[in-house]
């Protein structure tokens, strides 16, 4: 069954430090990636997709993410962590345009000062 | 960009009564709506999916007489929870889907926090 697992429910940075939320789907068949932020008692917003055209995708507020195939893997980078950043953050796989997304657990980000 | 708008973002309800949730997407054609369930401090479940039109597409173990969606246009599904009760209390979210768009193809509603006491 397709899978998208993410690695540590909850990560911890100071400030200023780099971010890395990791992220792996179980397909042979790169599927359409997504990165999603979502705030307390909201909705989600997309930081960035990945849809085969570069692996390296630049998202918004500065987090980027790599696709890797051979790891099967597209974790979520941010060089120097906000305290505005903090909130949970969803990997999810689509394996077809417009189709039904698989999610992963999700990742709580917490800012030290 | 697009925007799918949901209401109500909260609502409290007495046991036994429905309540209904809608989405409107904004400036975009929602030919697929999916509507979500999400626990504290967990994941999102996919509860159902609907196309414009159609009946909607229920997961393994949701109760399609419990909750109703309808698809009746391009901008507008709703989810109505019927015979509420407390276990039915959670986090509700909606996400539109209308092919390749700069957003990815998805956009999601703000949410809706249904209290069932």
């Known amino acids: ?4 697992t993410q690695l540590g429910s909850h990560v911890s940075v100071s400030e200023g430090a780099l971010v890395l939320l990791r992220c792996n789907y179980s397909s042979s068949v790169p599927p359409y990636l997504f990165w999603y932020v979502q705030y307390p008692n909201q909705g989600l ?6 849809t085969s055209a570069a692996t390296l995708v630049k998202g918004i507020n500065g987090f980027e993410a790599e696709f890797k195939k051979s790891e099967t893997s597209f974790h979520l980078t941010k060089p120097s962590a906000h305290m505005s950043d903090a909130a949970e953050y969803f990997c999810a796989a689509g394996y077809n345009q417009g189709g ?9 980000l917490s800012v030290k000062p | 960009g697009a925007v799918v708008s949901q209401h109500p973002s909260r609502v409290i309800c007495k046991s036994g009564t429905s309540v209904k949730i809608e989405c409107r997407s904004l400036d975009f054609q929602a030919t697929t709506m999916f509507w979500y369930r999400q626990f504290p401090k967990q994941s999102l479940m996919l509860m159902a999916t609907s196309n414009e039109g159609s009946k909607a597409t229920y997961e393994q173990g949701v109760e399609k007489d419990k909750f109703l969606i309808n698809h009746a246009s ?7 929870v019927t015979s509420a009760h407390p276990e039915d209390s959670s986090f509700y979210i909606c996400s539109a889907s209308s092919g390749d768009r700069e957003d990815g193809g998805y956009t999601f509603g703000s949410g809706t926090r249904l209290t069932v006491v």
């Open chain 2, 74 to 80: 391009l901008t507008l599904s709703t989810l109505t």
């Open chain 1, 45 to 50: 917003q997309l930081l960035l997709k990945y």
């Open chain 1, 100 to 108: 039904k997304l698989i999610f992963g657990q999700g990742t709580e």
């Open chain 1, 1 to 4: 069954a397709q899978s998208v």
